[in-house]
């Protein structure tokens, strides 16, 4: 074999080699986004409950100043709502990036 037929025969097997490669990391990323999609129902529903329990706790606390008389309630009220839509929101978003 001469120095041409030695680089042809290694450039032949590099290329078969990296295809392989890339064959094995198609095969990892749908094995991820599949892994990935499990979890993503989960944590929306673990993000609505915890909006849920902020949303009761700042009820509460906005309930509490407006008996107690305190006129300056809006800022709270205004972080109480924001807190929620907030954690409603970014559930959905993860929902719509999934596309589930």
């Given amino acids: 074999m001469n120095k041409k037929q ?6 032949i097997l590099l290329i078969t080699r990296i295809s392989a490669f890339a064959q094995n990391g198609v095969t990892g ?7 990935l999609k499990t979890y993503v129902a989960p944590v929306t529903n673990i993000a609505l409950v915890i909006g849920g ?3 009761l706790i700042g009820a509460v606390r906005v309930y509490s100043k407006w008996n107690a008389g305190d006129n300056d309630i809006n800022k709270e009220l205004m972080g109480w709502g ?9 559930s959905l978003v993860i929902k719509a990036f999934f596309s589930l």
């Fill in 6 to 11: 030695c680089f042809l025969l290694a450039v």
């Fill in 29 to 35: 990323l749908n094995t991820a986004t599949t892994t």
């Fill in 53 to 55: 329990i902020v949303g």
């Fill in 82 to 90: 924001g807190s929620c839509v907030f954690l409603v929101v970014s």
